[in-house]
């Protein structure tokens, strides 16, 4: 069992910059690929960004590429999302999800196995 704990979020001007912080339990951490997903209100959760177990392999959805950085500290078994211009269209509840690590990564929430409770960020003008 791995359980996840995003922290990081807030309130946040447009143009600005947050950095998300998802903690995770368990000593496997870094047999995982962790991914970032984020559902706004009245949206499907959608993909962000992913990073291999390895962190050798990354992958961020178009819309945020250029502005979001994933990175992963698997000595301190936390996976982070770096979010810089931040868009009013980046307003959402993230959510840090980890899978086994496999060959490729995936952008579909439903081959996650593990999820984060989520953490609100808003992007005000």
């Known amino acids: 069992q791995v359980q996840l704990v995003e922290s990081g979020g807030g309130l946040v001007q447009a143009g600005?910059?947050?950095?998300?912080?998802?903690?995770?339990?368990?000593?496997?951490?870094s047999r995982y690929d962790m991914g970032w997903f984020?559902?706004?209100?009245?949206?499907?959760?959608?993909?962000?960004?992913?990073?291999?177990?390895?962190?050798?392999v990354t992958e961020v959805v178009d819309s945020v590429k250029g502005r979001f950085t994933i990175s992963r500290d698997n000595a301190k078994n936390t996976v982070y999302l770096e979010m810089d211009?931040?868009?009013?269209?980046?307003?959402?509840?993230?959510?840090?999800?980890?899978?086994?690590?496999?060959?490729?990564?995936?952008?579909?929430?439903?081959?996650?196995d593990y999820w984060g409770q989520g953490t609100q960020v808003t992007v005000s003008s």
């Open 85 to 112: 211009s931040l868009k009013l269209e980046d307003t959402a509840v993230y959510y840090c999800a980890a899978r086994g690590g496999a060959s490729r990564l995936f952008r579909t929430a439903i081959v996650y």
């Open 38 to 56: 984020r559902q706004a209100p009245g949206k499907e959760r959608e993909f962000v960004a992913a990073i291999s177990w390895s962190a050798d």
């Open 16 to 29: 600005g910059s947050l950095r998300l912080s998802c903690a995770t339990s368990g000593r496997t951490f």
